[in-house]
């Protein structure tokens, strides 16, 4: 294990993270630690995966990006049984549906933002004792406010305000945390999947395949291997696209 790249991925028991551990665990050389709030789903995740990869090297840990108590219990956690992380994949993240106003927005925001910023600055201790460590915040191209004020691009059209709000803080969260690790070896990357089947829009068919628009995201999971790989080392600092090379902020 101690060769092994260690990747810790949130939200990993569904949709991207899912994909993304896939993509991982069928090459050798990594281990994932899928980072679930609901550790049955984790452990649920784990076993199908192991069945199609069973070389795989995979453990769940419970973690609630939400939750104060949780992070500090994961980071006690992986420190214990690893003392480092490789790359960490800051991917749990909603649209809240069903809620409205204030409600969508705290909510949205809670997981989105302040989630991923607390649960990556408690993790970047551990970030900082390995020897290539990479940090990814999975944002969206809907957050990019270049293409939301280019009335020319197909962002441009498309509402969904709270998780556009949601992204766009998280971008300026990761050029700060590029700017301030970028002298520590961290390599910082926002990351957007492109439109991909998942939990994310709700549960039905009509939702999770965005009315037959969603891609697979296999293709986000495989791009995402290759920057756990160290194969896009050089876009550090960037906004990367799993299918348009790198976005406008
Ligand atoms: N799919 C797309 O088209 C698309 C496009 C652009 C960006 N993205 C981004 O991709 C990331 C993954 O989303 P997805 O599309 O894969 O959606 P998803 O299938 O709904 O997966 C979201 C994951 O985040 C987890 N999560 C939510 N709140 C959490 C919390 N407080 N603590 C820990 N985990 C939490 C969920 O856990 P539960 O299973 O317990 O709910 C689930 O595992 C998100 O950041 C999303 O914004 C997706």
């Known amino acids: 294990m101690s060769d092994s790249t260690i990747v810790l991925i949130t939200g990993a028991n569904s949709g991207v993270g899912y994909a993304t551990t896939e993509a991982i665990v069928s090459q050798p050389g990594f281990h994932v630690i899928l980072a679930c709030r609901d550790p049955a789903k984790g452990n649920q995740a784990r076993a199908e995966l192991l069945q199609k990869h069973p070389k795989g090297s995979l453990s769940v840990l419970q973690l609630d990006v939400e939750d104060d108590n949780s992070i500090a219990q994961a980071v006690t956690s992986v420190t214990n049984?690893?003392?480092?992380?490789?790359?960490?994949?800051?991917?749990?993240?909603?649209?809240?549906?069903?809620?409205?106003?204030?409600?969508?927005?705290?909510?949205?925001?809670s997981a989105n933002v302040f989630g991923a910023m607390m649960v990556t600055e408690a993790f970047i201790p551990l970030l900082l004792q390995s020897k290539q460590p990479r940090l990814v915040q999975i944002s969206s191209g809907l957050g990019s406010l270049g293409l939301a004020s280019d009335l020319s691009s197909p962002y441009a059209a498309s509402p969904w305000d709270e998780y556009r709000m949601s992204k766009a803080a998280l971008n300026m969260m990761t050029i700060q945390m590029h700017k301030r690790l970028m002298g520590k070896n961290v390599r910082v990357f926002a990351f957007c999947p492109g439109?991909?089947?998942?939990?994310?829009?709700?549960?039905?068919?009509?939702?999770?395949?965005?009315?037959?628009?969603?891609?697979?995201?296999?293709?986000?999971?495989?791009?995402?291997?290759?920057?756990?790989?160290?194969?896009?080392?050089?876009?550090?600092?960037?906004?990367?696209?799993?299918?348009?090379?790198v976005f406008p902020w």
């Open 81 to 109: 049984e690893f003392g480092r992380v490789d790359a960490f994949i800051s991917n749990a993240g909603t649209t809240a549906v069903g809620t409205s106003g204030r409600e969508k927005l705290q909510r949205t925001f």
């Open 195 to 245: 439109l991909v089947r998942s939990r994310l829009r709700g549960e039905s068919e009509e939702e999770v395949s965005a009315q037959g628009r969603a891609g697979d995201p296999m293709v986000p999971g495989r791009a995402l291997l290759d920057i756990v790989a160290g194969r896009r080392d050089e876009e550090a600092g960037q906004f990367l696209s799993a299918a348009s090379g």
